[in-house]
Each structure stands twice: as structure tokens, then as C-alpha cells.
């Protein structure tokens, strides 16, 4: 049989009481946790910035390939652009942006969203704050894949960070921009730099 050592229980007790924190461990634990974080989040809003303006990106891409192959596949010409209440084309990037098919093949008639065309797709107007230009009314693919209006660029611009841009060719393809030179300012397919205002 073990004898009890009051010795021995005392040390027992006394290590129980020690496995949690004290009130300054917790204090020098919040501070240190609050240092860190300030220092990571300037990074982290850049972050959160950056892949925002890759998705639009992205997004605005995927609409015009979408635009070009309806204009291939249904033999009509294909429109992207922003349209006003009584459905004309705007300059208004920023909203919503329409793809549509026209029935009628001329360039009047492909700046307005009639009755009898098509509504392919909608994009979401871009994030308050931030800005999305192109210097034409609209984007038009004719049945051939070409650009049936002048050839363009958007620049996609963060409320704060370097701004994106997509330039479209007359031969109706599209390209994005990229910062070849590592310079933290992405250029386009000239080596221009895409400048925000």
C-alpha cells in the first residue's frame, strides 16, 4: 500500500493551477497577435484588391469571347455594351454590361437592343468605386469573328492599386494585359503601360 506523502499532493495541486494563462500572458498575447495583424493587412487589402481586378478582368474576357463565338455561330452581328432604359448602347462601363445578337447586320441597328434581338448575356456592373473604360459606344463582332466598330482597349481601374486593361483587335481577339517588365504597372500588347487617372 502507497503511503500518503502531504508533500507530494502539494505538488500535484499546485501543477493543476498552472496549466492555464495568466492575465499578462493573455495581454502580451493579444498585443503581439494585434502587431502582426496590423502589419498584414496593408498586404492583405492589396491581395483582396489584385484578385478583384483579375476576376473582372477575367470576367470581361470570357464576355467577349462569348460575344465573338455567337457572332460566328449565328451568323449575326454580336454586340457588348452598356445598355440605357429604352435600350440603347451608353458609354457607361461601369454598369451592367449586355451581349446581344442583332437581326438586322448594320451598324446603326447593332448600337440599339431591339425587340426582336437576342439577349445573351449580362455582366454585373463593376464594384463601387472602381472604374471600367473603353473609348467606344460598344463592341461589335461581325458573323466573320472581326471587329465591325474601331479597335480598343478597356482599362479596369481599383477605387486604390494598378489597374488592368484588355486590348481588342480589329480581327476581333482579345488580349489581356500583363506586367512584363516587373515594374508593378501592367502593360498592354504594345508595351504601353496601362495607366489609371
Not at 493573455?26 to 492589396?46: C, Q, R, V
Not at 477575367?58 to 449565328?74: D, G, P, V
Not at 440603347?88 to 461601369?94: D, G, L, P, S, Y
Request: hydrophobic fraction near 40%; charge should be negative; glycine fraction near 6%.
Amino acid at each position: 500500500m502507497e503511503q500518503f506523502n502531504p508533500q507530494s499532493a502539494k505538488i500535484k495541486h499546485i501543477t493543476k493551477l498552472t496549466k492555464g494563462f495568466n492575465l499578462v500572458e493573455l495581454m502580451i498575447t493579444i498585443a503581439i497577435a494585434g502587431i502582426l495583424s496590423m502589419i498584414a493587412l496593408p498586404s492583405f487589402n492589396e491581395l483582396l484588391t489584385r484578385m478583384r481586378v483579375d476576376n473582372e478582368i477575367s470576367e470581361i474576357q470570357r464576355l467577349l469571347l462569348t460575344a465573338r463565338n455567337m457572332a460566328i455561330n449565328t451568323g449575326k452581328n454580336t454586340t457588348v455594351c452598356p445598355i440605357n432604359a429604352v435600350g440603347a448602347c451608353t458609354t457607361n462601363w461601369q454598369d451592367e454590361i449586355s451581349v446581344f445578337t442583332n437581326n438586322v447586320n448594320t451598324l446603326a441597328n447593332s448600337n440599339v437592343f431591339a425587340a426582336n434581338d437576342e439577349l445573351v448575356k449580362i455582366k454585373a456592373a463593376v464594384k463601387s468605386g472602381d472604374t471600367l473604360q473603353y473609348a467606344q459606344t460598344s463592341v461589335i463582332y461581325t458573323p466573320a469573328g472581326r471587329l465591325l466598330t474601331i479597335a480598343a482597349s478597356f482599362i479596369y481601374c481599383p477605387q486604390s492599386g494598378a489597374g488592368r486593361g484588355i486590348t481588342v483587335s480589329l480581327s476581333g481577339r482579345s488580349y489581356t494585359s500583363s506586367d512584363t517588365d516587373n515594374d508593378g504597372i501592367e502593360e498592354d500588347r504594345t508595351g504601353a503601360d496601362v495607366i489609371c487617372p
